[in-house]
């Protein structure tokens, strides 16, 4: 059939089994958004309040669902707005695909009005980039940019489109997506190599990462840490994996890792990376990062091997399949005594905080407690990132979304909406600190608009608290710029664009306003004040190894 670029777009999308879409429209995306209009019946659109907040809200419907995050945006400053987007979206391994339009074909490279090689801007932080100035090549390029963000290692492609070519015909002819297989990486011998240490060691740890939740791997680890008779850590990407409830996890690791996780790690004689990349938040200091150990690494992307950590074997490929591999070839070991070991750290370095005010912690363990342990929790970044990792009791991959690679303040509130849309019957709760809210709070107009059941918990204590957290430990008290005592008043904010607010000055006044929020079916804003100077603990300093992890009592 004979279409116009612009509807080409809508059926690809619809090819791809894409229903939602997030975005921005300009002038010149404006004849993608003229057949997006067409076909509102079949692909809902949410504009956001910023182009921003559309990537983040993409980022979190992928996370949340497993499928292709889209979004768009125009040329110029528009697709200039999605890049912090695509890069939370890029370190953290999130499949999306970002379509912008750009000027005519005969105005690239003339500094057009709203004109920006966004091709060349995001290179490095997209899988690929296309920009498509051939009506005939915009079907099949679309296509191939679904294939690359879902194959493999996941993560965001770029389609930029000239606006002659929106407007351009030629014919269509739909083509049913086709799964592709990669190629095998790994050989018997790599899958040997790593039966042989495994069998040999005594003391082995499981240290989980993202690649787990990509690859739906949550059933195979069980499985694998019952064979090997391990205690499990995981990473701040990787929460939900492992049911945090089960007597061999040991929390995250790292540097705010509990001290079972990072003492038991720095202690073992096997460390087995599943799916992880050995960041410098988990390692430390990485020449004495689990210096007693054999480090077995098993990824997807050959690339992540021996990057951070020389490791002594290796397996590139798929988790899940590699762990059914392993899991149908290992006999039950039996390591008690290193089991009661890390039983005994665990009893004796316990999470805590102060019981007797308002904090955090306390906040959380409400919201785990009222929701069950059900709810998608997503994050901005700082202190209360940490604090919802630690204190939230997570027991199914894909309900804890929060920017773990690149560390975007802003990112939580876009991607809780994203989470709600992909998940409508599921309770989505974004946590943030004053700070991270105050960057991208716009978007609650965005959640009234459609009346979005987010809830949005402000923990605001004033202060850029992590930063703040060392200048108090590191920097002699010297607060510059972290001190955020104004008058915003986040409760009349919220109102005003649209939202209930309640304010929480109480512990005793928390349980309520979430039931109450749960209970409203609207978007809404908690306010809970906390004090300035709560710290987020254990902690390891920048640079050192993770063994030398402290906390409140330490100091």
Not at 327 to 349: G, P
Not at 403 to 432: E, F
Request: charged share 20%; net charge negative; with cysteine.
């Amino acid at each position: 059939m004979l279409l116009n670029g612009s509807e080409i777009v809508v059926e690809c999308l619809k090819e791809q089994g894409v229903d939602t879409v997030f975005g921005y429209p300009g002038g010149t995306i404006l004849n993608i958004y003229d057949a997006l209009y067409k076909h509102s019946d079949e692909i809902r659109h949410i504009l956001t309040s910023h182009e921003q907040g559309a990537a983040h809200a993409a980022d979190g419907y992928a996370r949340a669902t497993g499928k292709v995050g889209v979004c768009m945006a125009t040329s110029g400053p528009g697709a200039t707005n999605l890049v912090t987007g695509i890069a939370t979206a890029y370190m953290d391994s999130v499949p999306m695909v970002a379509i912008t339009a750009n000027v005519n074909l005969p105005l690239l490279g003339k500094d057009t009005f709203q004109e920006i090689d966004i091709a060349g801007v995001t290179m490095p932080i997209t899988k690929h980039g296309f920009i498509v100035k051939n009506v005939n090549d915009l079907a099949n390029t679309i296509r191939k940019a679904f294939q690359i963000a879902t194959t493999g290692r996941p993560g965001p492609v770029l389609v930029d489109i000239t606006k002659d070519v929106t407007a351009a015909t030629c014919e269509y002819t739909p083509v049913a997506p086709e799964k592709t297989i990669p190629a095998k990486c790994f050989t018997e011998q790599d899958i040997e190599s790593v039966l042989e240490l495994l069998i040999q060691c005594k003391k082995p740890y499981i240290y989980v990462g993202g690649g787990a939740v990509l690859s739906g791997a949550s059933k195979e680890v069980a499985e694998f840490a019952e064979r090997i008779d391990a205690p499990v850590c995981d990473t701040l990407m990787a929460k939900g994996v492992f049911n945090a409830y089960d007597e061999r996890y040991t929390g995250m690791i790292g540097m705010h890792g509990t001290k079972t996780s990072n003492l038991g790690v720095s202690e073992c004689d096997c460390l087995i990376a599943l799916g992880a990349r050995f960041s410098d938040r988990v390692t430390g200091n990485p020449k004495r990062f689990a210096e007693n150990a054999k480090i077995i690494h098993i990824d997807i992307d050959a690339a992540e091997i021996n990057k951070n950590i020389r490791v002594d074997a290796s397996i590139v490929g798929d988790l899940k399949e590699i762990l059914q591999i392993l899991n149908s070839k290992l006999e039950k070991a039996d390591h008690a005594d290193w089991m009661q070991h890390i039983q005994e750290f665990k009893e004796k370095y316990p999470l805590k905080y102060d019981k007797d005010m308002l904090t955090c912690p306390y906040v959380i363990e409400e919201i785990d407690r009222v929701t069950k342990g059900e709810a998608i929790i997503t994050t901005d970044v700082g202190q209360h990132q940490m604090w919802a990792a630690q204190y939230y009791k997570y027991t199914s991959p894909r309900t804890f979304l929060s920017s773990g690679g690149l560390g975007t303040m802003g990112y939580g509130l876009g991607a809780c909406i994203g989470a709600q849309v992909g998940q409508p019957d599921k309770i989505c709760i974004n946590i943030a600190g004053d700070g991270c809210f105050r960057m991208n709070m716009n978007e609650l107009a965005t959640a009234s608009r459609y009346n979005i059941p987010i809830i949005q918990v402000v923990i605001n204590n004033r202060v850029l608290g992590m930063v703040r957290q060392w200048q108090t430990l590191f920097y002699g008290k010297r607060y510059s710029q972290t001190i955020l005592n104004d008058k915003v008043d986040f409760c009349m904010v919220a109102k005003g664009l649209g939202c209930e607010a309640i304010r929480v000055t109480k512990k005793e006044e928390v349980a309520e306003a979430i039931r109450k929020a749960i209970d409203l079916k609207a978007p809404v804003l908690i306010e809970c004040m906390i004090n300035e100077d709560d710290k987020v603990f254990p902690m390891v300093p920048a640079g050192a190894p993770i063994s030398e992890v402290f906390d409140g009592d330490d100091i």
